[in-house]
């Protein structure tokens, strides 16, 4: 059995982290973390992980965390930093939930997170969670950056439209909305049920922190430099993330061709549903699991594309996705503790 920690699992990651790994057939959690709870029982915290774990929190401790075969971090940003050279000189794997080395320029990490990155010098080597474009990188990795939420849903909107160079790179559109839990477990008086429920409202539209990661994404795909327009909002509701994209179609190729490619693409991904031309995924579609629902739309005399994504933003856009690249570094079945069904309704 693959031993796992999770560092700071107080949160509704970290909860995700325990739920799904609890009934992973080759994975059991030998050590969670958190200086707040330290001595509680997990279940205490998260009565529905009753007779699921009965472990207690204990203080984040190098020594006993490196008894571990992984170990993931459920932190907020910066935390993972400061940590993270003694675990990998350990020899320890390690995947990281947070945004501490998705950035490949320390400067620019330092200029959205407001403070200095306090471990540069792994940068290049930690390597981007997005299974579905860095699988072969990822089963050889020590480190990974689990990617965020918003650029999980956007990056695999857009991916086939810029591998194919099928539209102008230079004006793509993310309008996107996300659940109150993307804004984490803490208090927050904007996240409070008076505040935001029978409400909607976009947030960060002078610049999100999620739009220099998704660039650097879809730079990759298009080997260009992208521009993108991304717009977040807060939709009253807990879980999901809903992606409407736009992008000028650059080619004269038939919306159904363009739906073979994505077909192609991903065909062989076992989290990725495209599905049939005009459909409308759903975010109740991908409640609880690890998928990512696709659909292509066209206007009539309109050479704009619309690609819609939804995926859940505590599964496919965190927890889900990590122990996904969790099963890759292991040689595991890339489905295993996360090929589950939907929550319906």
């Avoid at 200086?35 to 472990?55: Q, T, Y």
């Avoid at 200095?116 to 792994?122: M, N, S, T, W």
């Avoid at 993108?228 to 650059?250: D, K, N, Q, S």
Wanted: glycine letters at 8%.
């Amino acid at each position: 059995m693959i031993k796992a920690g999770i560092v700071g699992a107080t949160g509704y990651t970290g909860s995700e982290l325990l739920r799904l790994l609890a009934l992973h057939p080759e994975v059991e959690v030998t050590v969670v973390t958190s200086r707040s709870e330290a001595g509680k029982a997990v279940s205490a915290r998260f009565p529905h992980l009753r007779s699921f774990n009965d472990l207690q929190f204990t203080d984040p401790s190098v020594e006993k965390l490196a008894e571990c075969d992984v170990v993931f971090f459920a932190t907020p940003h910066g935390v993972a930093q400061a940590m993270m050279p003694a675990f990998i000189d350990s020899g320890l794997k390690v995947i990281d939930l947070s945004a501490d080395f998705r950035l490949k320029d320390a400067d620019l990490w330092a200029k959205w997170y407001n403070q200095p990155h306090g471990c540069p010098e792994l940068i290049e080597q930690a390597v981007y969670g997005l299974p579905e474009v860095n699988r072969a990188e990822i089963k050889g990795a020590n480190l990974i950056a689990c990617p965020g939420c918003y650029p999980t849903a956007i990056q695999l909107g857009f991916l086939p439209l810029l591998e194919n160079k099928l539209v102008d790179s230079k004006r793509l559109i993310a309008d996107a909305k996300s659940g109150v839990s993307g804004a984490g477990r803490a208090a927050n008086v904007g996240t409070l049920l008076s505040e935001c429920a029978d409400s909607f409202k976009a947030y960060g539209a002078s610049g999100h922190r999620h739009s220099p990661e998704i660039r650097q994404g879809l730079n990759q795909f298009s080997g260009d430099q992208v521009s993108l327009t991304f717009v977040p909002h807060l939709v009253p509701m807990i879980r999901g993330i809903e992606a409407t994209l736009y992008a000028e179609l650059t080619t004269d190729l038939s919306l159904e061709d363009i739906q073979s490619l994505y077909e192609l693409r991903y065909k062989d991904e076992p989290f990725v549903d495209v599905m049939p031309l005009g459909s409308s995924p759903e975010t109740r579609s991908v409640k609880g699991s690890n998928y990512c629902r696709i659909a292509l739309h066209q206007q009539p005399d309109s050479n704009v594309i619309i690609v819609l994504s939804v995926i859940d933003n505590l599964v496919k856009g965190a927890s889900g996705q990590a122990v996904q690249n969790m099963n890759l570094m292991f040689g595991l079945d890339e489905r295993a503790g996360i090929n589950q069904v939907p929550l319906m309704p």
